[in-house]
């Protein structure tokens, strides 16, 4: 998944903007996920809430939209402060596109089906970070 895009590449990403690893490990190893996780938590229930609400179909379009624009800006940035902006609206989008992915799975297959179509879909993501990573 796009939340550990920059695992492999911390020490590249440091080295660009001029950190030491102290830095490196701090802002870009915690302080980037953490940002990442904190409003991606508070948005997911927000959508999921929103998804019972409103059409999904506009709801998932925006949430991936906000996604890809800090993917990017992303390559554009030329400050940690920019980067952070950046992973924090794609912690918004992949916050925001889980629930309204569950809530299409609950329309699209019946109750006895839900919970293995719910496992292909998370095994399918863990294979695909694996693989990505």
């Not at 830095?23 to 998804?51: Q, Y």
């Not at 925006?62 to 992973?87: D, H, I, K, M, W």
């Amino acid at each position: 998944m796009d939340m550990n895009l920059m695992a492999p590449n911390l020490s590249t990403i440091a080295e660009e903007f001029g950190m030491d690893d102290d830095e490196r490990d701090v802002k870009l190893g915690g302080m980037i996920a953490l940002g990442f996780f904190f409003v991606g938590a508070p948005v997911s229930f927000l959508v999921g809430w929103l998804a019972d609400s409103i059409n999904r179909s506009p709801l998932f379009a925006v949430t991936v939209f906000v996604g890809e624009l800090g993917c990017l800006g992303a390559a554009f940035v030329t400050s940690y402060p920019q980067l952070y902006v950046c992973r924090v609206l794609t912690g918004i989008s992949i916050g925001g596109a889980i629930p309204v992915i569950y809530s299409v799975l609950g329309d699209l297959y019946p109750a006895n089906k839900r919970s293995a179509i719910s496992a292909v879909v998370t095994t399918g993501t863990g294979i695909g970070a694996g693989i990505g990573q």
